[in-house]
């Protein structure tokens, strides 16, 4: 342990490059750049409110911001643990050339992805404001979902990173999951009905719904469910173990395949 925290020290400050490089490559040819961090779930929240509030007769006033809350949580995870899956393959000429400790390419795909989906809070914030769903005391409870979603993508990433090295249609097969995980983390229904028709167990099973709901709670001004915090928590932490045994594991064999 101690000489893995030695190492980490040596190479922090590649880790800082490397987050870096990432955020400069996803905008690199895009006329407004991290701008459109900012434009993206602006845009998709409006079109998923005309559609479930001007169709489907929702009149809630707080509805954007509830889609909104759940959208930029999902986006994260869904994009950091893409990127984290292809990390391995998609750096393999500095693998085959120079000594980096290998975990750190999963690491900055989670962390610059990271960095860019709390730039994006910037809009919930604007949005609610705008809406009138002010912040209250329990708005200092986001931190915990907030720090939640970092582990489990983290988790989920390193044993993606890992299985993708070996497995390249791992690629599309992950892309059908998180349509699967999207429907099932309620981002732009509300779970009442779901809940009542005694399919609710669909919702708590799902971490990032979990995640979510939280995060939600700490926007609305309500007090989290403890049950889903711990349960969120501890798949997160058991992803993180799993997705490191095996890392460590595998990660000699990586230069073979790539």
């Known amino acids: 342990m101690v000489g893995s925290i030695k190492n980490f020290m040596k190479y922090r400050f590649l880790l800082g490059e490397l ?7 996803k905008y690199r040819r895009s006329y ?3 701008i459109w961090t900012l434009i ?15 169709l489907f007769g929702n009149t809630d006033k707080s509805y954007p911001v509830y889609i909104l809350s759940g959208r930029l949580l999902y986006s994260f995870f869904s994009t950091g643990t893409k990127a984290a899956l292809k990390s391995i393959r998609a750096n393999s000429g500095m693998i085959k050339k120079v000594y980096v400790p290998k975990y750190l390419y999963p690491l900055s795909s989670i962390l610059f992805n990271y960095v860019i989906f709390l730039l994006s809070l910037v809009v919930l914030a604007v949005v609610g404001l705008a809406l009138g769903v002010w ?8 931190i915990i979902p907030l720090t939640n979603i970092l582990l489990l993508s983290f988790g989920v990433g ?3 990173a890992t299985m993708g090295v070996f497995f390249r249609d791992l690629e599309y097969l992950w892309g059908v999951a998180l349509m699967l995980v999207m429907y099932a983390s309620a981002i ?7 809940m009542a028709g005694g399919k609710g167990w ?4 799902n971490p990032l719904y979990c995640i979510i709901d939280n995060f939600r709670s700490a926007v609305f001004g309500e007090a989290m469910d403890m049950t889903m915090l711990i349960y969120s928590l501890v798949f997160s932490l058991v992803a993180i173990a799993i997705g490191l045994y095996f890392f460590y594991k595998k990660q000699d064999d990586f230069i073979l395949h790539i």
Do not use: H
């Open 19 to 25: 987050i870096k490089k990432g955020i400069k490559l």
């Open 32 to 34: 407004l750049g991290i």
């Open 40 to 54: 993206e779930p602006l845009l998709t929240m409006m079109v998923l409110t005309f559609v479930f509030s001007t």
């Open 135 to 142: 912040p209250t005391l329990y708005l200092l409870q986001a």
């Open 158 to 160: 390193m044993i993606l």
């Open 188 to 194: 732009f229904y509300y779970p009442d009905r779901l």
């Open 202 to 205: 669909i919702l708590k099973f």
